[in-house]
């Protein structure tokens, strides 16, 4: 594990000129419902992001479980880590606070999180977008692949907190693997399309959120740019967005991050949109990396960039290595968490500058790269040496 002498507080801080909002939303009842974490920016400048409006990364225990079932430990072995880091880290972002108001309308941002993860996994990600203009809605997939997730039947659940729980189910290979990943994908390239109509409702001003809240979310009225709608996912919401991109005009470009092409392999994908590809060192296997160069290469005249961030893994992209460090890859010697996620939100807010816009103006992300360019390659790498040790 990657062990540092002094653990933070809270995640780290996002660099845009506002200070990131959040809020949770539910679209209805029943195991049908759309359930987000939405990011946004808010009313505030970062210099006033108010502390004490800040909030814990886990919303609630089951997630801890559901880490736990997933590297096969017991959960109370993973809450005993956390606080010996220090404590489960809080989110600088503030809750429900109200957002940015101006003439200009936010670039919307899909996030879709990989196997075993949630809603909030990537929020060092939602968070540095939002602070530049963007809002990211982070959906939560009910296919079992979130370490958890859940739902409310009725009304009268709601009210007294009685939530459905949907477990998370193990990864099992087989013969039967291909067309179980395949179905569950093409299953969450449905919530994908549930959750674009859902924020078209939520422009319109007629969209509900049945979550307990005091936010309305008429705020959010005429504010999204729906035109300019970005497709982002983490492994295997990287294949998510690649097949929900050749499935619906209604995306403008795409950022992939380590994506999991094998529930893809049979699929003939036409994507005629911008695409980034921004890889961890040791995820990628030869028959992965042979399915991102059929995408690049089939690029319909579009962009395909691919970026390599070395001396990463896995993880690097979540938020998982700034609470309890690194868990895969044991030996290898790893890059500062911190320097990770600024290359990889860097890369990111380079490319949606170059084909969106980004609303306020960035930081030069150029100097920043050129700083750390000896900690990441433009292409791929093929990662062959096998971990010593398996989590």
């Known amino acids: 594990m990657w062990w540092r002498a002094t653990m933070p507080k809270h995640l780290p801080l996002p660099l845009g000129p506002w200070a990131p909002g959040c809020m949770d939303v539910m679209s209805g009842f ?21 502390a004490s409006k800040w909030y814990k990364w886990s919303p609630h225990e ?17 809450k005993l880590v956390v606080w010996f ?11 429900e606070v109200q957002p940015q108001k101006n003439s200009n309308k936010f670039p919307v941002v899909i996030f879709s999180h990989g196997f075993g993860a949630t809603r909030f996994i990537s929020s060092t990600i939602g968070m540095e977008l939002a602070s530049w203009g963007f809002m990211v809605a982070s959906i939560e997939h009910k296919d079992t692949s979130a370490c958890a997730t859940y739902f409310y039947n009725t009304e009268e659940d709601r009210n007294c907190d009685n939530r459905t729980w949907i477990p998370h189910k ?19 390239m449905i919530e994908i399309k549930k959750l674009i109509d859902y924020l078209n409702d939520l422009n319109l001003g007629t969209a509900t959120n049945i979550l307990p809240s005091s936010f309305d979310l008429k705020n959010f009225q005429d504010s999204l740019d729906l035109n300019s709608l970005c497709m982002m996912g983490h492994s295997f919401g990287g294949a998510t967005s690649l097949l929900t991109m050749a499935n619906d005009e209604r995306i403008s470009c795409g ?37 991102i160069d059929k995408v690049v290469d089939n690029n319909h005249g ?4 691919v970026y390599t961030i070395m001396h990463t893994t896995h993880e690097t992209q979540t938020d998982t290595p700034h609470i309890m460090g690194y868990w895969l890859n044991w030996f290898m010697t ?29 930081a030069d992300s150029d100097l920043y790269l050129e700083k750390y360019k000896k900690d990441y390659i433009k292409g791929t790498f093929v990662y062959t040496k096998v971990p010593k040790r398996k989590l």
């Open 170 to 188: 193990k990864m099992e290979f087989g013969p039967n693997h291909y067309t179980v990943r395949n179905e569950q994908l093409h299953g969450r």
């Open 302 to 305: 579009t962009t395909r960039e």
């Open 30 to 50: 029943g195991a049908n419902s759309t359930f987000f974490r939405l990011y946004y920016p808010s009313a505030f400048t970062n210099k006033e992001n108010n």
């Open 85 to 95: 880091y220090g404590g489960e880290p809080m989110v600088p972002a503030m809750w």
């Open 334 to 362: 790893k890059l500062d968490p911190d320097v990770g996620t600024k290359i990889n939100n860097h890369l990111t807010l380079k490319f949606l500058n170059q084909h969106i816009g980004v609303p306020a103006t960035t």
């Open 255 to 291: 950022v992939i991050l380590d994506g999991w092409m094998f529930p893809l392999k049979e699929e003939e994908l036409q994507i005629k949109k911008p695409l980034i590809f921004i890889n961890t060192q040791t995820f990628h296997i030869e028959s992965n990396i042979q399915a």
């Open 62 to 78: 089951k997630y801890i479980e559901g880490f736990a079932q997933l590297v096969n430990s017991w959960s109370s072995l993973v």
